[in-house]
């Protein structure tokens, strides 16, 4: 089953707090792993995944992928009001099959 | 352009009418892919095109929509006799085509479709 699924669907927290969201999947033989913020329509990437257990950082996000347990997290630290976003996990497949496959997303918002 | 262009932003239609929805990729990206997102829903592939290749239409839901793009840049997505179903925001992404470089996949702004 090639199946993306995100949890919380969705998230409220004051500002300030940290927020953990998850994406797990099923199909253990993809390629990568990516995490999108979507404000309004458009998607703006953030991660790409493609080894187990390296981090990646940027300013308060950051990301990890875990092949073996087939999940992937994204950590938001000192949440912002800007950060209210939906957020979207998505697998690539291998060489061959370039389609994104996305989850739900999860929807998380920021309280002042 | 600086990024993905997509016309028109809004688009309202009546049922059974054609529609025409236009992307333009990142200059220089050779791979473009269309995807829909329903209402509440994730985004769902359609169609992928790469170079000269024949695209990757497993995506489509219906013999309805069908895609081209031509001279490897812009592409148009054509809804044919459109139903309510096809309400969504019709979103157009491109990349640097094959390989780890090209997995990173840049959107456009969508167009949103809203058939009465």
């Known amino acids: 089953e090639d199946k993306v699924v995100q949890s919380p669907l969705s998230l409220v927290v004051h500002e300030g707090d940290t927020v953990t969201l998850n994406c797990s999947y099923e199909v253990t033989n993809f390629r990568s792993l990516l995490w999108y913020k979507q404000e309004k329509k458009a998607p703006t990437f953030l991660f790409m995944l493609t080894s187990s257990g390296i981090e990646k950082k940027s300013g308060r996000l950051s990301s990890i992928l875990d092949k073996k347990e087939l999940f992937s997290i994204l950590n938001i630290t000192a949440t912002q009001t800007g950060d209210s976003a939906v957020y979207l996990c998505a697998k690539r497949g291998n060489f061959g099959n370039e389609k994104l496959t996305f989850g739900t997303g999860t929807r998380l918002t920021i309280i002042p | 352009g600086a990024g993905v262009s997509q016309s028109p932003s809004n688009k309202v239609t009546e049922k059974g009418k054609d529609v025409e929805l236009r992307c333009d990729p990142i200059s220089g990206h050779t791979a473009l892919y269309w995807y829909r997102q329903s209402l509440g829903q994730g985004l769902e592939f359609l169609i992928y095109?790469?170079?000269?290749?024949?695209?990757?239409k497993s995506g489509l839901p219906s013999d309805r929509f069908s895609a081209e793009r031509t001279g490897g840049s812009v592409s148009t997505l054509t809804i044919q006799r459109t139903q309510q179903e096809d309400s969504a925001v019709y979103l157009c992404?491109?990349?640097?085509?094959?390989?780890?470089?090209?997995?990173?996949?840049?959107f456009g702004p969508g167009t949103r479709l809203t058939v009465l």
């Open positions: 992404a491109s990349s640097l085509g094959p390989g780890l470089l090209g997995d990173t996949q840049y």
């Open positions: 095109f790469q170079g000269n290749s024949a695209p990757d």
